[in-house]
C-alpha cells in the first residue's frame, strides 16, 4: 500500500528546493521568462520525484501530462498556484497537488498543500482530520456574510454582473491571487468563504484545496452544484464557491440570485 503522506511531503520537498534555486534570478529575467523557468523547474521536481518512487500514476498538470507506468492513480498538481505573485515577491503561492483513484474530485483520497515562503504544509487523506504541519485543522464559525473575511477572485475576467452585489455587501473582502491557498484558508479557518465565479479556475488549481475543506467539515458547490463532480483534466474549468458553513454558503448563494 502506498504511504501518500511519505510520498506528497517528498514531492513538496523536491518542488520547493527547485524552485528555490531559480528565485535568485527574480529580477534578472524578464517578468514572462522568470514565471516560465518557476513553472517548468517545479515540474521537473515533480516528474523526477514519481520517477525515482516508482509511481504508477499518470499526472494531470498545468505545465503538461506525462504517465507513469500503467498510469493507476491520477495525480492532479499545480507545481506553483500562484505564480504570479512568487514572481514578484507577493505572498501567497504554495505548490497544489492531489491523489485520486479515478480521474474524478470525487475520488481524490489525499492532497497537499505547501507554502513557498513558509513552508507551511497542509495534508489531508480521506476520512482524516486535515492538517496544518500535522495539527489539526477545521473551519471557523459560521459568521454572517456581511462581518465574514471573504476571499473573492475578480482578476482578469471579473463577472462585474454577478460580483458587484457581492463586494458590495461585503465589509472585509480578500484577493490573495492563489485559489489554493484561499481554499486551504477556508479549512483552517482563517477565511470564512472564497468566491470565484469567473469560470477560469482550472481542476489543478482547486483540486486539493477542495478536498482539504470537504475532508475538514467546510461546504463548497462546483458550477452551482453543492459539492460538484468535475473531471480531473487540464480542460476542466469552474466557478466555485467555498464556506465554512451550509448556511455562509447559501447566503451567498442568495446574493448571487
Given amino acids: 500500500m502506498i504511504d501518500w503522506k511519505k510520498i506528497l511531503i517528498n514531492l513538496s520537498e523536491n518542488v520547493q528546493n527547485k524552485v528555490f534555486e531559480v528565485i535568485p534570478q527574480r529580477g534578472k529575467l524578464p517578468y514572462n521568462k522568470f514565471k516560465t523557468l518557476l513553472d517548468n523547474q517545479a515540474q521537473e521536481a515533480i516528474i523526477e520525484t514519481l520517477t525515482k518512487n ?3 500514476a499518470t499526472l494531470i498538470s498545468e505545465e503538461g501530462n506525462k504517465v507513469f507506468g500503467e498510469g493507476e492513480y491520477i495525480i492532479t498538481a499545480d507545481p506553483v498556484d500562484g505564480t504570479t505573485n512568487l514572481s514578484r515577491g507577493l505572498h501567497p503561492a504554495v505548490l497544489s497537488i492531489s491523489v485520486a483513484t479515478t480521474p474524478h474530485q470525487s475520488d481524490v483520497i489525499a492532497g497537499i498543500v505547501a507554502n513557498f515562503y513558509t513552508g ?3 495534508y489531508a487523506e480521506i476520512n482524516k482530520q486535515p492538517t496544518l504541519d500535522d495539527f489539526p485543522i477545521k473551519p471557523a464559525a459560521y459568521t454572517p456574510y456581511k462581518y465574514g473575511l471573504i476571499g473573492m477572485d475578480i482578476s482578469k475576467h471579473p463577472k462585474l454582473e454577478k460580483t458587484s452585489k457581492l463586494i458590495a455587501e461585503s465589509r472585509h473582502t480578500r484577493q490573495e491571487g492563489c485559489s489554493a491557498a484561499s ?3 477556508i479549512a483552517d479557518g482563517v477565511l470564512d468563504a472564497h468566491i470565484d465565479l469567473r469560470g ?4 489543478t488549481d482547486i483540486s486539493a484545496g477542495l478536498f482539504m475543506i470537504k475532508e475538514a467539515g467546510g461546504v463548497y458547490s462546483i458550477n452551482g452544484e453543492l459539492f ?3 473531471d480531473l483534466t487540464r480542460e476542466t474549468h469552474c466557478t466555485v464557491i467555498a464556506a465554512n458553513s451550509r448556511r455562509l454558503h447559501d447566503e451567498i448563494m442568495e446574493l448571487i440570485e
Fill in 228 to 230: 460538484g463532480d468535475f
Fill in 54 to 56: 516508482k509511481i504508477s
Fill in 183 to 185: 481554499l486551504c484558508h
Fill in 200 to 203: 477560469i479556475v482550472r481542476a
Fill in 120 to 122: 507551511e504544509t497542509y
